[in-house]
């Protein structure tokens, strides 16, 4: 789409609001277990808000900022996931 013209301006404002959506839905995922969700989702929510001040407030150190937080919420949400898969084999 960045070739024909259409989001080469906002394409940061775009990856932002994906990842927004596709964090939102691995967290809420783990609902049933309350400890895990409310961890899940304030990293989550952490990592939305450093990604939106990148996004607002562009600077080398809020970018860098942005993709740790990014790293770390996705690590979060992987091991959660490699964890319940291993349980779930092991039944």
Not at 34 to 54: C, P
Not at 59 to 68: D, F, G, T, V
Request: charged residues 15%; proline residues 2%.
């Amino acid at each position: 789409m960045p070739s024909i013209g259409f989001g080469s301006k906002n394409e940061r404002l775009y990856g932002s609001i994906v990842f927004s959506i596709l964090f939102g839905a691995g967290a809420a995922i783990s609902w049933r277990r309350k400890r895990l969700f409310v961890v899940s989702a304030l990293i989550g929510v952490l990592a939305i808000l450093i990604r939106e001040l990148a996004l607002w407030m562009p600077s080398r150190s809020w970018a860098l900022c942005s993709e740790a937080a990014t790293l770390v919420a996705v690590l979060m949400l992987r091991r959660y996931y490699f964890w319940k898969s291993s349980v779930a084999v092991g039944r």
